[in-house]
């Protein structure tokens, strides 16, 4: 059974910073690409970050220099967000694919604000 689990949401200040978790089980995590989406209230879920199995990352060209993304051989991978703003603020989803499979996490709640 595969499992993507979030953890690190929550409330933060303008300019503040946060870091996301995902920790995968149920697959061989090193074959997959995993990514970070997020999803505003009335938006489109949106990709966010994303780092392949080789360590190639992309960014969104909101987040570019002020979100890191990031991955470890304990299965789970990271999202470092520095410099917040209040158009950050949205639910975080992890995402792990490899060829047609594809996994979501339950997400988690960032909000940024005063």
């Known amino acids: 059974q595969v499992q993507l689990v979030e953890s690190g949401g929550g409330l933060v200040q303008p300019g503040g910073s946060q870091r996301l978790s995902c920790t995968a089980s149920?697959?061989?995590?090193?074959?997959?690409?995993m990514g970070w989406y997020r999803q505003a209230p009335g938006k489109q879920r949106e990709l966010v970050a994303s780092?392949?199995?080789?360590?190639?990352t992309n960014y969104a060209d909101s987040v570019k220099g002020r979100f890191t993304i990031s991955r470890d051989n304990t299965n789970t991978v990271y999202l470092q967000m520095n410099s917040l703003k209040p158009e950050d603020t949205a639910v975080y989803y992890c995402?792990?694919?490899?060829?047609?499979?594809?996994?979501w996490g339950q997400g988690t709640q960032v909000t940024v604000s005063s």
């Open positions: 995402k792990a694919g490899f060829g047609p499979r594809v996994y």
């Open positions: 149920g697959v061989i995590f090193s074959f997959y690409t």
């Open positions: 780092i392949t199995s080789v360590g190639s």
